[in-house]
């Protein structure tokens, strides 16, 4: 027969190992150490010949009919030399720097590139995505040495980080343990630097741990105070007092045997 | 004698003319362009500050960027000498962190051309588009709303087509275009909930969330029976959820004061909730205090409306 001390007993030590297992488990679920390296987005050597592919393309057609899959495939656009040569042809060709070069490549480098990468982007790829960061990071630094063609690498840089930043809220609603995953902390860091901040906010639990370390003991207060019904005050004072009871009872049970 | 007097005198002037603050003597703003009452309407209490935009004396100005490592408080400070406060407020929500020092703002943010946040919000769980105003707060002190989901901004000067509609959620080059103009025009953007837009409130009340009841304080902008464009800081003191309370406030403009309301936004009540009020003298008006003893130290962003 459990007497009522022991019964106490065995509700702290079931409620501590109970919450220790969960912490654990919540902690590890996660985890994954394999390492993420900067790689190249695409092979950046190509023997494309762009010319080529475009000699039957009137202007009136070349947005709509330009090769867009043989161009993500083939045309080496991780290097800015290809690119910068892929500028020149379409402007020596057509003549129209702004509506044909920029518009042809830009819908290339953005609406064509997500769609075929659509496989990669639709699960959390870290390699996939830390390559794509560096590489639209990359595009960023290439409009500021070339003035000219700014528009195409500046907004390039916008659309892919604008893209990454919010899949990452996509991922996280995927699975809400992946906050936890270092890969993905490291990625939420380097879209920060970036200044595309990744929040997603915090739980009701972890607000009240982020308050209480912060020292915001007045705010908690008037949380509890002013916005909790009757029943929710009732049942943490029950809470508080059942707390206060158990270790009572523990410590006179500790004093009292060791009297004895 | 005729040199004690003319030391006398000169103690004055110099003290007249050094503090335009003090209680009585010379007024901080113009009480025909400000006006701070507390109103009772249908049983609800609203803390009412009403500025007249018309004559451009009433000027707004927004801080965000932490220049040269400055806190927001410390640039405030610095700014404000010589300046007539009528009140500044927290403006839109901390975001990664709960802490002044170390948050980031929520949705796109430019201080003065200088970009402070690069990302249009976004919904945590979906991924989606969220907090449609965008509030561009202009050097000469007016303020400017647009709907984001109306996908019409117009802007003019820094290189902007003046007949185009900017879209900056739905095109990448209109969103890039928009912060190059930003930064060659020096201008000032924040991104909150728009709560009501020309006189309807723009969100339901979710039955699937639980708002928290909490304090609001919403910037209404609007125009007036007389044509006059006003800016109204309604702050309503009794806890309530968003939808109840925007709802209530857009009620209490439209009936009460009769105004046109064209945007009401949300300002932050939440762990930010900062806000100090002036009376026309320069005094500290305690009509409306934060509920949580936020002072000045815990604000990340700061949207300040002062007197010239």
Redesign the interface.
Known sequence: MFKKVNLILLFISVSTTVAFIYFIITATENYDDTDLYVLEECEPYSEFNLLKEIKNIDSSEIVKKFPYKKYIEESGYCDVNNISNHIMILDSNYNNHWDISMNTL?VAL?DSLKEYKSEELSKFNPQFLINKIEWAKKMKRYGDCYPNNK?LF??TY??W??QI??????Y??DNSKLRYDFRYKYLVTCL?M????V????SKKE?MI??LT?G?Y??IW??IY??TSLLTKLTLVFLIFLTIFTFIFSFKKIFLNSKK | MKFFKIIFLSVTVLVCSSSNNLSGLVPAYDSEYVQASSITHNGEQYKVISMKRSGKRVRAKYFAYKLNGQEIHQRYNNWKTGKDIILYTSGTYM??S??AKTA?L?GLTVDNGK??????A??????KDEMDALVIVYPHGGIAVSNLKERNLKLSGGGANPNKFYDLRGS??D??KF?EWAKSERATVFQTHLLAWKDKLQFEYNHGTKS???ERRFLAIGTAPNGDVMHYIVHKPK?ASLYEASKKVLNFLNERKRLKVLALLNLDTG?QDVVKIYTKSGAVNNMITS???QTIYNARNLLVYYFE
């Open positions: 830009l953005t528009f500046y907004v916008e659309f980080m604008s930043s919010s899949l990452m809220y996509k996280n609603g920060s970036e200044k595309y901040f929040s997603f906010g915090f607000k982020n308050y912060e915001r007045m705010y008037n949380r002013k916005s | 975001d990664v709960f802490d980031e929520k970009i402070v946040s690069e990302k249009l976004v919904n945590k769980f979906s991924g990448s080059q969103l890039n912060k928290a009841p909490r806890h762990i509920t949580n003893n």
